[in-house]
């Protein structure tokens, strides 16, 4: 469980494609809105993974940089290629994307910012972004309480998952002010949710970073006491999780 950040993520792909959540069309909404965000603007995506953020900016008509420094993740989005021709896969990191300097209009991180070292990819954006070009950042941050389920969910992750404390969830805003600093930056929120049955819920929780896989002693144990909540919480075989997606805006100076 202390692999580093750009590898943690290498064996939970499958999870990863399909269960993560998406984002809802509201915030390309608000990028337009607030950011001036047009089809022919350039995109770094940075941390890409999977391309869960890519394929809505690359469907949105802009040209993408997808930036990602682990091989399983780029390989789970290789066929977005196919339908979008203007997208560019790139080896690279958020502190070193290999990008040239005033290169991108916009700079993009979903679900991913909370891994990078804020001096260092703050530094790594300026310099790959056009002049007045905008950073953004974003999260579906889970809700932690609000029905039963969620709170019965939070207690599991609490028990069972021992790196969950230190990943930081529900810390987005800190996480937002301290990259961003003096530059500043604006906030807009948006509700989500998911709905999945007991096969879509233990895939939701195992493509977490800081779940115990197969093979941890906490594995088993987990998964019997998630089995339990979904049988206690399901309606029409089905349990929501909901979100706020947190979206963190700003040109740099």
């Known amino acids: 469980m202390s692999k580093a950040p750009t590898e943690r993520f290498t064996d939970r792909v499958d999870n990863y494609v399909r269960y993560r959540p998406g984002y809802p069309s509201e915030v390309l909404g608000a990028l337009r809105h607030e950011c001036g965000l047009r089809p022919e603007h350039v995109v770094a995506d940075i941390a890409s993974g999977t391309g869960i953020f890519t394929r809505l900016l690359l469907a949105n008509g802009n040209r993408v940089f997808a930036v990602e420094p682990n091989a399983e993740m780029r390989a789970a989005s290789a066929l977005l290629k196919e339908s979008f021709p203007n997208l560019t896969f ?44 905008w950073c953004v950042l974003l999260w579906n941050e ?29 810390k987005t805003g800190v996480i937002a002010q301290e990259f961003f600093g003096d530059d500043g930056y604006q906030e807009r929120i948006f509700k989500y949710h998911q709905q999945f049955d007991f096969a879509g819920l233990s895939g939701r929780l195992l493509s977490s970073s800081y779940c115990p896989l197969s093979g941890d002693p906490a594995h088993a144990p987990m998964m019997q006491e998630l089995e339990r909540i979904y049988q206690t919480h399901a309606r029409h075989n089905a349990v929501q999780i909901d979100y706020d997606t947190r979206v963190y805006f700003s040109q740099l100076k």
Request: glycine fraction near 6%.
């Open 90 to 133: 790139v080896t690279g990191t958020a502190e070193e994307t290999t990008l040239p300097a005033a290169s991108v209009d916009f700079v993009t991180a979903a679900q991913a910012a909370h891994w990078f070292h804020p001096q260092q990819a703050r530094t790594e954006f300026k310099r790959i972004l056009k002049p007045g070009g």
């Open 142 to 170: 889970r809700l932690v309480s609000g029905t039963p389920f969620l709170e019965d969910y939070e207690k599991l992750l609490h028990t069972y998952c021992a790196e969950y404390k230190e990943k930081r969830h529900g």
